[in-house]
T-cell receptor
Framework: QQQVKQSPQSLIVQKGGISIINCAYE??????FPWYQQFPGKGPALLIA?????SEKKEGRFTISFNKSAKQFSLHIMDSQPGDSATYFC???????????FGAGTQVVVTP | DAGVTQSPTHLIKTRGQQVTLRCSPK?????VSWYQQALGQGPQFIFQ???????QRGNFPDRFSGHQFPNYSSELNVNALLLGDSALYLC??????????????FGPGTRLTVL
């Protein structure tokens, strides 16, 4: 049973465009929502994370929007670059150092 | 500052064999978690070790076992390997702090192929 549902499975965006990835969760005990970026053959690398007491967090070109009532959160990649081409995973946990429940991943391709 | 390291990088085993994977956490971290990532899927939590004890466990059979050493490094052991155990095994480390401000950092993984 997948506790975190992620969409879309893949997306193609032109250089300079905006990539948007959505995630939904059911467990209201989740208190920590990170996003990871993974390149082929590498381990996931933390991009940005948010807690449910804020509705938005921005770090550089990456922004998380969080809707606690809808139990949804999303990642926006602004001014997408070819180097952003990777697989992105949303995740959720009841604490920042505990068990992470991952979404299925979104493969992002940024075309020149 | 060394990040999370894992060994070996790649491993090929045959069905029924046993395998041991190793992980050294990020400097200053005291908690190690192991994840299994099948091709094209998100990582699945296997278990977590803290203070040399298994703190949490995911839905994996007893064939999967682990250990944490006093220096916080960890091993993942898988017995009676099945073809379905072929995956990228990821180690993540973190620090248990009262502030809850830390997060999990992943290593590069060990690619296990079972033939």
């Amino acid at each position: 049973q997948q506790q975190v549902k992620q969409s879309p499975q893949s997306l193609i965006v032109q250089k300079g465009g905006i990539s948007i990835i959505n995630c939904a969760y059911e467990n209201t005990a989740f208190d920590y929502f990170p996003w990871y970026q993974q390149f082929p053959g590498k381990g996931p690398a933390l991009l940005i994370a948010i807690r449910p007491d804020v509705s938005e967090k921005k770090e550089g070109r990456f922004t998380i929007s969080f809707n606690k009532s809808a139990k949804q959160f999303s990642l926006h990649i602004m001014d997408s670059q070819p180097g952003d081409s990777a697989t992105y995973f949303c995740a959720a946990s009841t604490d920042s150092w505990g068990k992470l429940q991952f979404g299925a991943g979104t493969q992002v391709v940024v075309t020149p | 500052d060394a990040g999370v390291t894992q060994s070996p990088t790649h491993l090929i085993k045959t069905r029924g064999q046993q395998v041991t994977l190793r992980c050294s956490p990020k400097s200053g971290h005291d908690t190690v978690s192991w994840y299994q990532q099948a091709l094209g899927q998100g990582p699945q939590f296997i278990f977590q070790y803290y203070e040399e004890e298994e703190r949490q466990r995911g839905n994996f059979p007893d064939r999967f076992s682990g250990h944490q050493f006093p220096n916080y490094s960890s091993e993942l052991n898988v017995n009676a390997l099945l073809l379905g155990d072929s995956a990228l095994y990821l180690c993540a480390s973190s620090l248990v702090l009262g502030l809850g401000t830390d997060t999990q950092y992943f290593g590069p993984g060990t690619r296990l192929t079972v033939l």
